[in-house]
């Protein structure tokens, strides 16, 4: 199978499984929100941040260093499996001791049981980065998805079950150490290597140089993506962060899918390109405009549409999601186009690079945010996004050193898509804002939207349109 057939497949793959996750989230969420308050997910919330940077320690960035490395054997394999496992119960044991810790930041004494609870999740999640390296290697996004569907349909009944019982936000708790047990235990299951007594320091230290720079960047990224949790947990309360917590997720189901898609493919694509040059640049276009067409009409889609869903499916006690939803929205949808400029570079053997891009933006959000917390959450959220958009030059900065993409093709594979979905999402909304109910008014954005833009970018993009079409049947 060629390089396309290989990537239109992962990317097929790759969209049908993070879909089928997000409507499976979608169900579950809708339950669970309509069971739960939003205290219940603020504290469950202000909590994803530490369990997310203890599982970036126990992973260190060896998945993609094992994606990136050109021979991979049973020692690498070995040595990020024995060195995940003691890196990980290390890492549970301080987070145990430091549950008080935690909840005495919060003043949230319900928050040491709690704590302890969910952060042994990481655990199961840190043991399965090697049969994950080894699917994402050989780019088998049909497995990894299966696994993840299974393990999100296992654990959304229990949460569901457990918020039913009454739980609260243990419920939410119950629900992500399931995943993680289960998603772990299933892709074990499914992987062909198995693990021996045996460790090479070598074999460690050869990956040593790519993981550590994955390590930061990874550590960034999710502080990046959660310090408004902790920023409002420890200044506005649960409920604010419950708010926050139902927003983003809202938006991140949307950009999750198109990211997850992206990243099943992205680098091991690239990586078959690094030596030679052109064949590198037109592959790499092609995926950018691919993401564009996607990425842009879905996020803006689902923010003018934000009101409708959170009223309809969460009723309307959610209603200050909305504002949160669509903000994050705008600057989510630049983020799948980052995450393949991200992959450009680490396929090319240039980890550093993506490090201090990454490096910055997450400390300049984070300074921005800081400082702009006086200002309320509307703001701090305002220019969060726009500074996720405005990064897209950054990109463009630092990728004209590594091959010859210029400016003006940049702007031909960005801008089209771009002022289409504008133009297009904006001409849906002042349509159909007349209508109602809500319901009717929600069936007809999506309907409108659609059909308006596949219709533009047939016209105006008609050779865009016909590859992601070609991408989408796996040809």
């Known amino acids: 199978m060629g390089l396309k057939e290989r990537t239109a497949k992962g990317l097929l793959w790759g969209g049908i499984g993070n879909g089928m996750m997000q409507v499976l989230n979608l169900v579950f ?27 970036i320690f126990s992973e260190s960035g060896f998945i993609l260093a094992i994606v990136n490395k050109k021979q991979v054997d049973d020692a690498d394999y070995n040595a990020v499996f024995w060195f995940n496992v003691v890196m990980s119960l290390a890492i549970y044991a301080g987070l145990w001791f430091g549950a008080p810790l935690i909840a005495r930041f919060y003043g949230q004494p319900e928050m040491v049981a709690l704590s302890r609870f969910i952060f042994i999740g990481f655990v199961a999640s840190a043991l399965s980065a090697t049969p ?12 990894r998805s299966s696994v993840q569907i299974a393990a999100l349909a296992l654990s959304g009944v229990g949460g569901v079950i457990a918020a039913f019982s009454g739980l609260g936000y243990w419920s939410i708790a119950i629900q992500t150490v399931i995943y993680t047990f289960t998603n772990s235990g299933l892709l074990w299951w499914r992987c062909p290597w198995r693990p021996s007594f045996s460790f090479s320091g070598a074999a460690l230290r050869a990956l040593l140089p790519f993981s550590m720079k994955q390590l930061v960047v990874s550590l960034f990224t999710q502080i990046n993506n959660n310090i408004f949790s902790v920023l409002l947990g420890r200044f506005y309360g649960m ?4 708010f926050y917590t139902q927003g983003n997720k809202w938006t991140a189901m949307g950009s999750g899918t198109l990211v997850g898609m992206l990243n099943g493919v992205g680098q091991p694509v ?24 996607l990425t842009f009409p879905a996020m803006f889609g689902l923010a003018i549409c934000a009101r409708e869903i959170i009223v309809l499916l969460i009723t309307d006690k959610w209603l200050d999601s909305v504002a949160v939803m669509q903000i994050l929205c705008i600057g989510a ?3 799948p186009v980052s995450t393949l400029f991200g992959n450009l570079f680490n396929s ?4 550093g690079v993506y490090m201090w891009n990454v490096l910055t933006l997450g400390t300049l959000q984070t300074l921005l945010l800081c400082v702009t917390s006086q200002y309320g959450l509307t703001v701090m959220l305002a220019l969060y996004s726009a500074l996720n958009v405005a990064w897209a030059g950054v990109w463009l900065a630092v990728t004209k050193q590594l091959m010859k993409f210029r400016v003006r093709l940049m702007l031909t594979d960005i801008l089209p898509p771009l002022v289409l979905a504008l133009l297009t999402m904006g001409a849906t909304w002042l349509l159909t804002e007349p209508i109602s109910p809500l319901w009717l008014q929600l069936v007809a954005r999506i309907l409108v939207g659609g059909v308006l833009y596949i219709l533009a970018v047939r016209l105006i993009l008609p050779m865009d349109f016909k590859e992601a079409l070609s991408f989408l049947r796996k040809k």
């Not at 090319?348 to 980890?351: E, H, S």
């Open 29 to 55: 969420g809708i339950f669970l929100s309509r069971l739960l308050t939003p205290a219940d997910y603020g504290v469950v919330g202000a909590l994803t941040i530490f369990s997310a940077i203890a599982g």
């Open 270 to 293: 690239l990586r078959q390109t690094v030596d030679d040059a052109e064949r590198q640049l037109r592959v790499f276009r092609r995926l950018l405009r691919f993401t564009c067409i």
């Open 132 to 143: 994950t390296a080894y699917f994402f290697r050989n780019l088998d996004v049909k497995t």
């Open 348 to 351: 090319a053997g240039r980890p």
């Open 239 to 242: 409920r604010v962060t419950g």
């Open 333 to 335: 949808a630049f983020l």
